[in-house]
C-alpha cells in the first residue's frame, strides 16, 4: 500500500507533528494522535476495496510504533 495519503499525527516529546503520507511517520514516537488515511469516494474499485480492507491492520501497525 504505496502512496496512502491522508492526515497522520502523532506527539513527539511536547510537539504533535502531521504528516499527509503514510510512509512519513517516523519508526518511534510518544503517541498516535490520529490515523485518518483518504478514502475515495465509493463506487470503489478492487484495488480500494483491499486497501480500505488493510486500514485497520495499517493503524495496528502504526500503533506498535508507539514508546512504550
Known amino acids: 500500500m504505496n502512496n496512502m ?3 497522520y499525527k502523532v ?4 510537539e504533535v507533528k502531521t504528516f499527509h503520507d503514510y510512509d512519513e511517520i517516523p519508526s ?3 503517541n498516535l494522535i490520529l490515523f485518518s488515511p483518504d478514502i475515495p469516494e ?3 474499485t478492487d484495488e480500494e476495496h483491499d486497501m480500505i480492507e ?3 491492520d495499517k493503524m495496528k ?3 506498535k510504533r508507539e514508546k512504550r
Open 11 to 14: 506527539l513527539i516529546g511536547h
Open 54 to 56: 488493510q486500514l485497520n
Open 5 to 7: 495519503k491522508g492526515v
Open 61 to 63: 501497525e502504526v500503533m
Open 28 to 30: 518511534e514516537f510518544d
Open 42 to 44: 465509493g463506487p470503489h
